[in-house]
Every structure is written in C-alpha cells, then in structure tokens.
T-cell receptor, first 114, second 110 residues
Framework: KAGVTQTPRYLIKTRGQQVTLSCSPI?????VSWYQQTPGQGLQFLFE???????NKGNFPGRFSGRQFSNSRSEMNVSTLELGDSALYLC?????????????FGSGTRLTVV | QKEVEQNSGPLSVPEGAIASLNCTYS??????FFWYRQYSGKSPELIMS????GDKEDGRFTAQLNKASQYVSLLIRDSQPSDSATYLC??????????FGQGTRLTINP
C-alpha cells in the first residue's frame, strides 16, 4: 500500500515568491493535515481538510492556505514568501484502520527561502 | 506554558537498558496521545497510540497514560542503537489537530 506522497521533495524560492506543495494521501484516507517543522518551533499544525472542507486551522498568517480535491489530494500554498518560511513541510493523512486519528506522515517538502 | 512538554534531552541510555521518555500536556480535553519517532532528516513515524489510562504494550514499546496527572510516557525495553532518534509526543486536540512536544533526543550507546 503506497504511503503519503509529497512533491516536490526540495524547493528553493526567493523572498516574495509563492509556492505550492502537493500531497497525495494513503488510498482511502480522507483526512489530510499539514504541519510545519522548524528547529526553533518544532512541529506546528497548519490546517486539516476532510472531504474538501477545512475543519481546523492553526495560528499561521493568511499567506498560508490550502485546499483539498475530491480525490482527497491536497495542496498548500504560501504566498509572498519570507525567510522565516524556510522549513520542512509535512503532510499527514488519517483514515480507516489508523485507529482513532493516528496520522501517517509523508516524507515532507524541504523549502528554503533565499 | 507549552501545551505539550517534553524534556529535550539528550537522553543517553546503554544498549540493552530501558529508555524512559516522558511528556506532560495541559489540555484536559485531549483524549488521544501518540508517540512518533523521527530519525535525522526523515519524517515522523507513528510508533504508539494510547487513549485509555494505563499501559499499552507493543513489542519492546510500552506507552503509559495517566489522565489525572496529564502525563504520558514511553518505555523502550532492550534498547538498540537503531532506537537512537528524536521521540515526539503528541496530543490530539479537537479530533483533528495534533499538538507536538519539542521532542526528546535519545541516544543508545553500544
């Protein structure tokens, strides 16, 4: 069974640009969450989607947005990139068989803003 | 006060010994708790989940939950060098949001 797939694995962007990251959940999983991981702040929740609806959002500025498609694939977008947005962005999916919301993470997208 | 707190370590344990990792949480509404293992440069991997007070065992791993004390722990028996990693404690808030501690870096010394 394929795991959570995130693309691309690595990205280098310039300040002020925007970026779109993609996540394909495990087949059959309908809940997709996004997290940002930095050495200073650790793992922080960005948002969660279920059946194309955002159910929860973390404390991030409006430059961070996301969406989910009917096939449960999800994208997150960061506009007007800042140096502080450099981080590992992780997508996680949850669904039947995970047992009460255990989330499986993808390999992540390492974003570097220069 | 952080919502989920862990000792950042590093915690150093000799091979074959028991490694004990601890975590406290502040939200009494949290009902589900998870331990993730993260190797350097990799993404977190779910190793244990626990929802009820008491112990839950899976192979060499035992998770313990005490909701009255708002305390979660992970014991690793017969520690192996391959267990060297950062261990992340997470509490589920509102059924959708995982809140993570800062992680405990564990080193198993051969």
């Amino acid at each position: 069974k394929a795991g959570v797939t995130q693309t691309p694995r690595y990205l280098i962007k310039t300040r002020g640009q925007q970026v779109t990251l993609s996540c394909s959940p495990i087949s059959g999983h309908r809940s997709v969450s996004w997290y940002q991981q930095t050495p200073g702040q650790g793992l922080q929740f960005l948002f969660e989607y279920f059946s194309e609806t955002q159910r929860n959002k973390g404390n991030f500025p409006g430059r961070f947005s996301g969406r989910q498609f009917s096939n449960s694939r999800s994208e997150m977008n960061v506009s007007t990139l800042e140096l502080g947005d450099s981080a590992l962005y992780l997508c996680a999916s949850s669904g039947p068989g995970q047992g009460n919301y255990g989330y499986t993470f993808g390999s992540g997208t390492r974003l570097t803003v220069v | 006060q952080k919502e989920v707190e862990q000792n950042s370590g590093p915690l150093s344990v000799p091979e074959g010994a028991i490694a004990s990792l601890n975590c406290t949480y502040s939200d009494r509404g949290s009902q589900s708790f998870f331990w993730y293992r993260q190797y350097s440069g990799k993404s977190p991997e779910l190793i244990m989940s626990i929802y009820s007070n008491g112990d839950k065992e899976d192979g060499r791993f035992t998770a313990q939950l005490n909701k009255a004390s708002q305390y979660v722990s992970l014991l690793i028996r017969d520690s192996q060098p391959s267990d060297s990693a950062t261990y992340l404690c997470a509490a589920l808030q509102g059924a959708q949001k995982l809140v993570f501690g800062q992680g405990t870096r564990l080193t198993i010394n051969p």
